[in-house]
């Protein structure tokens, strides 16, 4: 299990998000965000020149690996949000990411001493090498010397 | 459809959100973010009192009627993220959301005037009143009068 302790500013993680195929930009669209640019590829294609995914499903492709690989071992308390969250640039059918995780600052509560607010980056890019996504993202982790596990 | 045109800084709009089951909080978990306290209910008890939904599950579904009730009949050109997005309080299985969004502002581009940039803030209370979610979301609209469908 990693704490609080386990991060410092500068380091970067990196991860790889899977491609999504044009169904299931169509099968997530219709469940969560069903606009024509997600679910129709022609009137995609007049303003985007493809269909382009919804920015919820490229959001959780992103995290997924985040999640699945890096933040089931920390002593993670809870996400708090995002801060400046964006999509830089449509992602289009089969394009895998390349996410960058960069801890900007590692910060102990004043009030709680069990606890603290990790600061990260999150980035991704497309196989071109543009960054489509970007996100600073603060979370709360339990610090190590509290830990009676 | 709706344009640019038919926002006003001040129009509020109301929406409610699906309330989550346990089991639906555990299965989007497995997927998406598979953390303790999205997955084991005696671990969740012990940090926040029970089960809590994964924060992007609780976007989502605060989302989702927004998304489904509202931006599909919007000349939508792409959301471009969120700033200040905050998971302020615990989501709890079986608690729907009543859901506002406010527009803050109406921006008609300066150098593309097919176009201009609606920014609003969606919060979500809980049944007890309490604000579970916040975030102010800018997204980039179609103007009226270049509409050439």
Known sequence: MRYLEDFAPGQVYHFRSAPMSAASIKAFAKEWDP????????YAATIHGSLIASGFQ?????FKPVMTE??????????????????????RPNE???????????????????????HYTLSAKN???????????PVMIQRKQNDTD
Request: no cysteine.
């Open 35 to 42: 606009q024509r640019l997600h679910t129709d590829e022609d």
């Open 58 to 62: 490229t959001m959780l492709e992103v």
């Open 70 to 91: 890096m933040m089931v071992d920390v002593a993670n308390i809870g996400g708090m949000g995002f801060d400046k969250l964006r999509w830089l640039r449509p992602v």
């Open 96 to 118: 895998p990411l390349d996410v960058d995780m960069t801890v900007n600052s590692v910060t102990p509560s004043k009030s709680k001493p069990d606890r603290g607010i990790l």
């Open 127 to 137: 196989p071109k090498g543009e960054i489509v996504f970007s996100t600073d993202t």
